[in-house]
Structures are given as C-alpha cells and as structure tokens.
C-alpha cells in the first residue's frame, strides 16, 4: 500500500494461503507501507497458478507476482525464483514485438487477458480467443515474434530451464513492454 485506509480486494483463481476459496472476492485493510502476501494454498500441486487472479484496491498499490521456484515450461528441469512487478491494466497493450534470446533456441511467452473474448495474434496469425484471466501460452518459440490481439493484454517471455536442450541456465521472466508504450 502506498496509502493509509487502502483496501485492497483480491478474487484468487486458485485457493489461496489465506484460506481464500478460488474465484471468492476477498479484501484487507492496509496502512501505507504495509505490505500482503499471497500465495497459492499448496505450492506444488496441479490448479494452482494464480494468474488471471484480479486485485483491485480504492488506492494507489503495488502488485509483484513471481514463483519461488518455477520451471519453464512446466516439467523442464531447471527452476529458479522468478518476480516482477505488475503494471496496472491502463498501461497493457494490443502490439508486442518478442526478441529471440541469445543462446537460446526457443523461448515462452504467456499472454493474459482482462476482456472476454480477446483474440490472440502470433505473427498475423490468430492462436486463440481468451476470456478475462485466461492466459495462453507458447513454448515453441524459436525467432523474433510479433503478438497482437484484439483487446489489451500483458505478455510475458520466459527463457527455458537448463534441460530443454540448450543447457543453458535458469528460468528467467521479463514483462514485454506493447508497442504502444514507446
């Protein structure tokens, strides 16, 4: 919270370590500086992802999301503590340029929704149509792409763990910045 008397409300997609059923709104009371944590209820079965969760606040705030040991796809040997702060959905977009990374023969990209209906673009060509929270997700990726959609959205790239055949580190996430926003 950067400001006294912020409620914020969190509506989970997954339970979560504070005994909140998924999909139930549920809100906390903070005092500038205070800061709340929370995570999906067991770490490390399948439904816990928390992506797609919505928090909104009658404040100003800010939202990191991150893992504590994440592999990149899932199954990949090879995890590490990813975080980055979220923008808020003002600041999301509907182009995306995602560079190769170096050393790497492919890489994944996640891209959320927040409307219904959204559709998703991967070089011109349509991959999908989420609705809000929904993500979709490709681990194939091997060159430059460019990743449009219909409504605005947040991407996210993600390098893959050592095993997927480069050998070549950790996971690591960076948010990409649309097109937009330059």
């Known amino acids: 919270a950067t400001e006294e008397e912020t409620v914020v409300t969190i509506t989970p997609?997954?339970?979560?370590?504070?005994?909140?059923?998924?999909?139930?709104?549920s809100s906390v009371s903070m005092r500038k500086g205070d800061v709340f944590q929370v995570s999906s209820h067991n770490e490390t079965s399948a439904g816990t992802d928390l992506t797609g969760s919505k928090i909104t606040s009658n404040k100003?705030?800010?939202?990191?999301?991150?893992?504590?040991?994440a592999y990149v796809?899932?199954?990949?040997?090879?995890?590490?503590?990813?975080?980055?702060?979220?923008?808020?959905?003002?600041s999301w977009?509907?182009?995306?340029?995602?560079?190769?990374?170096?050393?790497?023969?492919?890489?994944?990209?996640?891209?959320?929704?927040?409307?219904?209906?959204t559709q998703i673009y991967v070089n011109s060509e349509l991959v999908g149509a989420l609705?809000?929270?929904e993500v979709y997700e490709n681990s194939?990726?091997?060159?430059?792409?460019?990743?449009?959609?219909?409504?605005?959205?947040?991407?996210a790239q993600y390098s893959q763990g050592f095993l997927n055949s480069?050998?070549?580190?950790?996971?690591?996430?960076?948010?990409?910045?649309?097109?937009e926003q330059f």
Do not use: W
């Open 131 to 133: 609705k809000a929270g």
């Open 93 to 117: 977009g509907e182009i995306f340029i995602v560079g190769k990374l170096f050393n790497r023969s492919k890489y994944t990209v996640r891209v959320l929704a927040h409307q219904d209906n």
């Open 60 to 69: 100003n705030i800010a939202v990191f999301s991150g893992h504590q040991c």
């Open 166 to 179: 480069d050998h070549v580190g950790d996971p690591m996430m960076l948010l990409v910045t649309p097109t």
């Open 140 to 155: 194939e990726l091997t060159g430059n792409a460019s990743i449009s959609s219909s409504h605005p959205v947040l991407v």
């Open 73 to 90: 796809p899932e199954g990949i040997v090879g995890c590490n503590h990813l975080i980055e702060q979220m923008p808020p959905i003002t």
């Open 13 to 25: 997609t997954a339970n979560s370590s504070t005994g909140h059923a998924a999909t139930v709104p």
